[in-house]
């Protein structure tokens, strides 16, 4: 009997790539992130800084433009070689065929061959709200990865829900697995006070940000202080009026501060930094309804208090996040929250959301992850 080994396509987001980097800590894993050029050159992206584990290999592809969609047919063949070839390395390390995670369906001919047992598929979002025009070749390419694979993990339990409903022969096989967090993002000093009067958001500042809402909250409280990390987003996912035009009128008021984007080592310490930790989304964005925010765990390791929008995900957190519906509610948990701050049991509260925390890293995760396998 042979051990574990993990081949992880397309880990380019800090998430897939934490999820690759704990399985690596007991298992040979193989992480991939893909790119095309007009993506890869602009940017340059790079791997995290932290010291990768010694099981851990990363390779970075670089495709022309069309690689995946129209030019998908010209590529196929290399790309299940290369797959392939990556499958025999760690079957030669392990003893037998690797898991080869498939995050979206875009992979769904390139793993073709590769043994329906030894087959994950990884949902994020609903894939279709990227690319509208290819709903009808996504949706067949889910649906192929789905029937195969030996188990689809959901991010997000709204798209466990709608998975479940559309693959309804399926659904013994699909399991929740929302986001985890990376070990350095808890905090291991929660007693050191953040920043007082202060509500932050981490994360990109586009069309899923409910801007009016947020104009509303930081006009009424002149005496706190809104702190926003992260790039302005301008793609626009969603029609909802004169959003970036809100969004500019709010970065300029005078207890606002943004603070650009900032590498994803870094993050955590703005996470602790932080009073309180918002998640101001537009809750009827169909990206909002679909997925697994990050920030969830990111905030709740940081052991500082929560508030949210009625987005799905949230509501699954209740004694660590408080819900919000309107500016108005908004205005209210946050005062409380301050009002609450210097009490002793807050402290207390804090300690027990890190305790609840340290069961959400990505090596509990992996751990998880881990179990369900062994029952195959």
Avoid at 126 to 140: A, H, M
Avoid at 146 to 159: F, G, H, K, N, V
Avoid at 211 to 218: A, F, H, P, T
Avoid at 276 to 285: A, G, L, Q, T
Wanted: net charge neutral; proline share 7%.
């Amino acid at each position: 009997m042979g051990k574990l080994s993990f081949l992880f396509l397309g880990a380019n987001s800090p998430w897939t790539y934490g999820l690759a980097e704990a399985l690596a800590q007991k298992h040979p894993t193989h992480a991939v992130q893909f790119y095309d050029w007009r993506t890869y050159y602009p940017h340059r992206p790079t791997w995290s800084k932290r010291l990768p584990p010694s099981l851990l290999n990363r390779s970075i592809h670089v495709l022309p433009s069309g690689y995946a969609g129209r030019l998908e047919r010209l590529f196929r063949f290399y790309l299940q070689q290369l797959i392939q070839h990556w499958c025999w390395q760690l079957k030669h390390k392990s003893g037998e065929h690797p898991w080869v995670i498939a995050p979206h369906p875009d992979f769904a001919p390139w793993v073709r061959k590769i043994p329906n047992e030894r087959l994950i598929y990884y949902n994020f979002d609903d894939y279709v709200l990227y690319r509208p025009n290819r709903k009808t070749k996504i949706l067949e390419q889910e649906q192929e990865l789905i029937e195969r694979a030996s188990i689809t993990l959901c991010a997000s339990y709204s798209q466990l829900l709608t998975l479940e409903e559309h693959y309804g022969k399926n659904s013994s096989k699909i399991y929740h697995y929302p986001h985890g967090f990376v070990n350095t993002y808890l905090n291991f000093q929660p007693e050191i006070p953040p920043e007082p009067m202060t509500v932050g958001y981490v994360g990109n500042l586009g069309d899923r940000l409910d801007w009016q809402l947020i104009y509303q909250v930081v006009k009424a409280c002149p005496e706190i202080t809104f702190i926003f990390v992260g790039g302005l987003d301008e793609q626009i996912m969603v029609e909802q009026g004169n959003w970036q035009a809100i969004r500019q009128t709010v970065l300029a008021l005078t207890n606002v501060r943004h603070i650009g984007q900032v590498p994803s080592d870094k993050v955590a310490e703005y996470y602790w930094s932080f009073a309180v930790n918002w998640i101001p989304y537009v809750v009827k964005h169909p990206f909002n309804q679909a997925s697994c925010p990050t920030k969830i765990m990111d905030g709740i390791a940081s052991g500082r208090p929560i508030l949210s929008t009625d987005v799905p995900e949230c509501r699954l957190y209740p004694e660590w996040i408080s819900i919000f519906n309107s500016a108005s509610d908004a205005i209210a948990h946050i005062r409380k929250q301050f009002t609450l701050a210097e009490k002793l049991d807050v402290y207390e509260k804090s300690l027990k959301q890190l305790e609840f925390a340290r069961q959400h890293t990505w090596e509990i995760r992996a751990q998880t992850l881990e179990n369900w396998l062994l029952q195959f």
